[in-house]
């Protein structure tokens, strides 16, 4: 196992539009996290799964973002009618065990809505 | 003000130098302290893990944590050119670790 995985590590949209990006964490790590950061800042946290249910959103999660982890493993980040204020990297991190508050980063996907 | 402070730079240094990396913060009830790397257009990489208070030593760098000040601190000993990199720090008060809260990152730049 190589770490945390993400796809598509780019994505250009037009605004408007519907995007979704998957995370894979490393293997049995049980809590899972997406944040979002833009350029000059630090990530931002956005929301976070214990296994498929999903504990915290941050209130910079509008109502066009979803997250999804419906098995427990991966899991999906959804933002709908995109607008060029979405344009960030979008991370996503995963924990080993309860107990630990270790996050792990994948390598993120680049959004950019034009 | 912000939860957490910490100077984006740039620092440059040459090649050797001692480095000095620093965060404030105004959370009381933080406990969890972590510093990550950060390269250009990649995924943050963790670095160093501390609890509370103390120091931690890996290698050429060193955590240290005073909650007394609230204020944290990152040395890099004999800095190399690929320590060349944004360094942020992070910080927890859960140890369930709901979510971390970032400094927005210092840019280091070491030169041969």
């Known amino acids: 196992d190589t770490g945390v995985s993400q796809d598509p590590r780019h994505k250009i949209t037009k605004r408007g539009q519907n995007v979704t990006f998957r995370c894979d964490p490393i293997?049995?790590?049980?809590?899972l996290y997406w944040y979002r950061q833009t350029l000059g800042q630090g990530p931002e946290f956005l929301t976070y799964?214990?296994?498929?249910?999903?504990?915290?959103k941050s209130r910079l999660l509008s109502d066009r973002f979803s997250a999804e982890r419906p098995k427990g493993s991966f899991s999906t980040l959804e933002i709908q009618r995109t607008e060029q204020g979405d344009s960030a990297m979008y991370l996503c991190?995963?924990?080993?065990?309860?107990?630990?508050?270790?996050?792990?980063f994948g390598q993120g996907t680049r959004l950019t809505v034009v | 003000q912000k939860e957490v402070e910490q100077d984006p730079g740039p620092l440059s240094v040459p090649e050797g130098a001692i480095v000095s990396l620093n965060c404030t913060y105004s959370?009381?009830?933080?406990?969890?302290f972590m510093w990550y790397r950060q390269y250009s257009r990649k995924g943050p990489e963790l670095l160093m893990y501390t609890y509370s208070s103390g120091n931690k030593e890996d290698g050429r760098f060193t955590a240290q944590v005073d909650k007394s000040s609230k204020y944290i601190s990152l040395f890099i000993r004999d800095s190399q050119p690929s320590d060349s990199a944004t360094y942020l720090c992070?910080?927890?008060?859960?140890?369930?670790?709901?979510?971390?809260?970032f400094g927005k990152g210092t840019t280091l730049s070491v030169s041969s």
């Open positions: 992070a910080m927890s008060a859960d140890q369930a670790g709901t979510a971390l809260i």
């Open positions: 991190a995963s924990s080993p065990r309860q107990g630990d508050t270790e996050a792990f």
């Open positions: 799964f214990q296994n498929e249910a999903q504990l915290e």
């Open positions: 293997s049995e790590h049980n809590r």
């Open positions: 959370n009381s009830a933080f406990q969890y």
